[in-house]
C-alpha cells in the first residue's frame, strides 16, 4: 500500500512543510486542499503550480489528489459547476496528480433529483479529465454518504473517468458495513480516506485507532498497491492536537491494519 495525509491537517503549513514532513515520517504523498483561501487552488498562476510540484517532488513525494469543492449533484446552472470541475482537472494535471476530490452536495433536493444532476455533470467533465490523465473521484459525503448512493450515480456515468472515494466515517455514519460499501463501489474505487472519531456525536479528529471507526474492516478491503490517505480534519477543529506528532503513530498504525488484513485485501 501506498500512504498519504491531506493538507487539511495542517492549516496553514507551506506546501514544501507538508511535504517535508511526509518524506521525514514515510508518507507517499499528499492530498492536497484546493481552496481558495489555499495557497494553491485552481485559480493559482503556472508558477506558482511548477513551483509546487517542484516542492514535492524534491522531497520524494507526489501529489495524491486535488481535493476540491465543486458539488455535482447541488442544485443550480451546469456551467459554474462544469467550469471549476474543468479547473481543477488541469490543476490536478499540472500537479501530476492522478485524482480530482468531488462532493455531492446535493442535500437540498430529493434523492433522484440530486442523482440526475450528478450524473449529468460527471459524464459531461469524465472525458474532459481522462484526456487531461485525472480522474474525477465523488467522495462518499453528505447527500451521497454510503458506497451505495456514490455507486449508483457512478454506475450511471459509465466512464472511466469519474470513480469513487471512499471515505470510512461517512459511510459508517450512513450505517453500511465496509464489506459492503467496498462491493458496492467496486471498480469505481480510487482511494480511501481513513479517520478516527469518538463517536457518531463527536467527529473531532484522533489519532488513527484511537476512537471507534472499523479501521481494521476498511483497510482489508482497499485494493492491493492501492493508497490510504489520512484526513485529520484539525482545520474545522482547533482544538485537536496537531497532526505532525501524530504521523509516525498514524503511519505505523496504518502498516499494522495492513499486515493484519493480509491475503484478505482485494485484489486490484
Avoid: N
Avoid at 1 to 10: D, E, H, I, V
Avoid at 162 to 175: F, I, N, S
Amino acid at each position: 500500500m501506498r500512504y498519504a495525509f491531506s493538507t487539511l491537517g495542517l492549516p496553514g503549513a507551506t506546501l514544501a512543510t507538508s511535504a517535508g514532513l511526509a518524506a521525514e515520517h514515510g508518507y507517499d504523498g499528499l492530498e492536497l486542499r484546493a481552496h481558495p483561501e489555499e495557497a494553491l487552488h485552481p485559480g493559482s498562476p503556472r508558477g506558482d503550480r511548477v513551483a509546487a510540484l517542484r516542492e514535492v517532488t524534491d522531497a520524494g513525494g507526489s501529489v495524491l489528489a486535488v481535493a476540491g469543492y465543486a458539488r455535482v449533484a447541488a442544485s443550480g446552472e451546469d456551467g459554474p459547476v462544469l467550469a471549476e470541475l474543468r479547473a481543477l482537472v488541469r490543476l490536478a494535471a499540472d500537479l501530476e496528480a492522478p485524482y480530482v476530490r468531488v462532493f455531492p452536495g446535493g442535500g437540498e433536493l430529493p434523492g433522484p433529483a440530486a442523482d440526475v444532476h450528478a450524473v449529468r455533470r460527471l459524464r459531461e467533465a469524465a472525458p474532459f479529465a481522462a484526456r487531461h490523465g485525472v480522474r474525477i473521484l465523488l467522495e462518499t459525503h453528505d447527500s451521497h454518504r454510503t458506497g451505495r448512493a456514490a455507486g449508483r450515480v457512478l454506475d450511471a456515468v459509465g466512464h472511466p473517468g469519474a470513480g469513487a472515494l471512499w471515505d470510512v466515517l461517512h459511510t459508517w455514519l450512513g450505517g453500511e458495513p465496509a464489506d459492503e460499501s467496498r462491493r458496492l463501489l467496486g471498480e469505481h474505487l480510487g482511494y480511501l480516506q481513513v479517520k478516527d472519531v469518538a463517536s457518531a456525536r463527536d467527529l473531532t479528529p484522533l489519532g488513527l485507532g484511537a476512537g471507534v471507526l472499523p479501521l481494521a474492516e476498511a483497510v482489508a478491503q482497499a485494493p492491493t498497491g492501492g493508497w490510504l490517505c489520512w484526513e485529520y480534519e484539525k482545520r474545522w477543529y482547533p482544538d485537536a492536537a496537531e497532526l505532525a506528532g501524530q504521523l509516525a503513530r498514524g503511519r505505523e498504525h496504518l502498516e499494522s491494519l495492513e499486515r493484519s488484513a493480509g491475503g484478505g485485501r482485494q485484489a486490484e
